[in-house]
């Protein structure tokens, strides 16, 4: 499971298009990028997933270079609703479960 | 369509007992997780599942033991609950197909020993 690094939390307003960067220098060729959303007292809430250039869903679009050695997730036009955590995650499913591991995450706070 | 659920969703038990966590997919997704969760940890892989009687070590299964006789049951026992296992387990749920860690969340089970 590759390392990653975000930000601890990040502000937005309302109606603004909110990016959060997840950096994976050392990420493996065989790697995806996933990315989760977690309110306070729930369970992780998968959001996208992606191994390379673009991929947009009902949710985010998850922006992926070509050296893949970061990922931005946007969210787009934010509301109240998207303050949560999101979390980080780049691995492959075949090399197993043993060392997964959330992190911290990113906390975004979205004001009115 | 109820998804992946999780019993009780909070328990309070005395140190020494034994508790056993239960969780319940529909899906009938091959892979099964357990996660403990704690202030300033984060999320921390207790054990996993690839499919029925095939169990496998997270980064921390010390105290606790998993079963899985059965492709939708995933039931976590503590033998004998000490307090540093106070915290809130999540049970998940993957078809394991995606390549990535694409994984289907319960709504935790708060558990407090006392």
């Known amino acids: 499971l590759a390392k990653t690094t975000q930000p601890i939390s990040m502000d937005s307003y309302e109606g603004q298009e909110v990016n959060i960067t997840c950096s994976h220098n050392?990420?493996?060729?065989?790697?995806?990028i996933t990315w989760y959303q977690q309110f306070p007292s729930q369970g992780p809430r998968f959001i996208i997933q992606?191994?390379?250039t673009k991929v947009t869903n009902e949710v985010a679009s998850l922006f992926i270079p070509a050296d893949r050695k970061s990922s931005t997730l946007s969210l787009p036009r934010v509301s109240l609703s998207d303050t949560a955590v999101y979390y980080c995650?780049?691995?492959?499913?075949?090399?197993?479960?043993?060392?997964?591991?959330f992190g911290k995450g990113t906390m975004l706070l979205v004001s009115p | 369509d109820a998804g992946i659920t999780q019993s009780p969703r909070y328990k309070i038990t005395e140190t020494g007992r034994q508790v056993t966590l239960m969780c319940h997919q529909t899906?009938?997704?091959?892979?099964m997780f357990w996660y403990r969760q704690d202030l300033g940890h984060g999320l921390r892989l207790i054990y996993y599942?690839?499919?029925?009687?095939?169990?496998d070590k997270g980064e921390v299964p010390d105290g606790y033991v998993v079963s899985r006789s059965k492709t939708e049951n995933f039931p976590l026992t503590l033998e004998s609950a000490t307090r540093s296992q106070t915290s809130v387990y999540f049970c998940?749920?993957?078809?394991?197909?995606?390549?990535?860690?694409?994984?289907?969340f319960g709504p935790g089970t708060r558990l407090t020993v006392t």
């Open positions: 998940a749920s993957s078809e394991g197909s995606s390549g990535g860690y694409e994984q289907y």
């Open positions: 992606g191994y390379k």
């Open positions: 995650l780049v691995g492959d499913m075949n090399s197993g479960y043993s060392t997964l591991t």
């Open positions: 899906w009938s997704h091959s892979y």
């Open positions: 050392n990420i493996a060729t065989n790697d995806y």
């Open positions: 599942s690839a499919a029925a009687d095939i169990t």
